[in-house]
T-cell receptor, first 117, second 115 residues
Framework: DQQVKQNSPSLSVQEGRISILNCDYT??????FLWYKKYPAEGPTFLIS?????DKNEDGRFTVFLNKSAKHLSLHIVPSQPGDSAVYFC????????????????FGQGTILTVHP | DTGVSQNPRHKITKRGQNVTFRCDPI?????LYWYRQTLGQGPEFLTY????????KSRLLSDRFSAERPKGSFSTLEIQRTEQGDSAMYLC?????????????FGSGTRLTVV
């Protein structure tokens, strides 16, 4: 069962515009969410995260929004740059109350973002 | 520290052969994770260690898979009697056990091709 889903396999945007990547989850026990960025032939690198006690977290051009009632999160990149072209994964984790599962991440399938100059 | 190191970067093997991958985590990280990523999918959790103890194994980790972290430093992942379905990118990551998983650092992975 896919507990974290990214339903858009790809997204294409123009440089300078906003990129919005979406992610849905099914397990209401998840309480920490992360976005990772992955270039070809490299491992995923951490981008931004959000705890379930918040609904927004911002870091420079990147903002993550969390809607717990809808079990939905999104990553906004403004303005988009060609160097942002990569695969973006959302991931979810249980907190300390999850016991030994803490730290284990459940990933979505990824969205390929292409930013055109 | 150069981050999480994985060797080899690529491995091609014949079906039925055994393969072993190595992961060297960031030195101060006490947790080490193995994930597998197939084409078009996100990384899937396989197992993780805290120091030398293997704390959790996924049901994806069949009896042909074994992982060790003998001295709480580097780890090895062995696949016995490889099958074509084992072809994937095998990713290792490390972190500290305290705090949120922002400090989760991935290696560049070992790409396994079973022919």
């Amino acid at each position: 069962d896919q507990q974290v889903k990214q339903n858009s396999p790809s997204l294409s945007v123009q440089e300078g515009r906003i990129s919005i990547l979406n992610c849905d989850y099914t397990n209401s026990m998840f309480d920490y969410f992360l976005w990772y960025k992955k270039y070809p032939a490299e491992g995923p690198t951490f981008l931004i995260s959000i705890s379930s006690i918040k609904d927004k977290n911002e870091d420079g051009r990147f903002t993550v929004f969390l809607n717990k009632s809808a079990k939905h999160l999104s990553l906004h990149i403004v303005p988009s740059q060609p160097g942002d072209s990569a695969v973006y994964f959302c991931a979810a984790s249980f907190g300390n109350a999850g016991g030994t599962s803490y730290g284990k991440l459940t990933f979505g399938q990824g969205t390929i973002l292409t930013v055109h100059p | 520290d150069t981050g999480v190191s994985q060797n080899p970067r690529h491995k091609i093997t014949k079906r039925g052969q055994n393969v072993t991958f190595r992961c060297d985590p960031i030195s101060e990280h006490n947790r080490l994770y193995w994930y597998r990523q197939t084409l078009g999918q996100g990384p899937e959790f396989l197992t993780y260690f805290q120091n030398e103890a293997q704390l959790e194994k996924s049901r994806l980790l069949s009896d042909r898979f074994s992982a060790e972290r003998p001295k709480g430093s580097f780890s090895t992942l062995e696949i016995q009697r490889t099958e074509q379905g084992d072809s994937a990118m095998y990713l290792c990551a490390s972190s500290l056990s305290r705090g949120w998983p922002d400090g989760y650092t991935f290696g560049s992975g070992t790409r396994l091709t079973v022919v």
